[in-house]
């Protein structure tokens, strides 16, 4: 069974921290891209970020600066540190993955073949 489960969601207070974790089960983490989406209420789900299999990496303009994505093969995890977070940053937070690499530079929810559940994060004072 190929599966991806997030964790690390929560709340948080504007300007403060998060680390989210995508954890690859039933194949290997380092043959596909694996990109973080989000979806906030009422709207469509969006990808954020996104790191290639040879580690480039694809940031959202929403997120530039902000966000940053890494992957321990290792492991067989992907990580997403959410720095200096703002309300408009709550959602909930997917990782999919996807063999084509292309679709790492312009994520959208069509492409990607594996999907996790999706963590909750909430930022708010």
């Known amino acids: 069974q190929l599966q991806l489960v997030e964790s690390g969601g929560g709340l948080v207070q504007p300007g403060g921290s998060l680390r989210l974790s995508c954890a690859a089960s039933?194949?290997?983490?380092?043959?596909?891209?694996i990109a973080w989406f989000r979806q906030a209420p009422g709207k469509e789900r969006d990808g954020v970020l996104c790191i290639s299999r040879d580690g480039s990496t694809y940031y959202a303009d929403s997120v530039q600066g902000r966000f940053t994505i890494s992957r321990d093969n290792a492991k067989n995890s992907v990580y997403l540190q959410m720095d200096s977070m703002k309300p408009e940053d709550t959602a909930v937070y997917f990782c999919g993955a996807v063999v084509t690499d292309v679709y790492c530079n312009s994520p959208h929810v069509p492409a990607y073949e594996i999907w996790g559940q999706g963590t909750q994060v909430t930022v708010s004072s």
């Open positions: 039933g194949f290997t983490l380092d043959t596909y891209a």
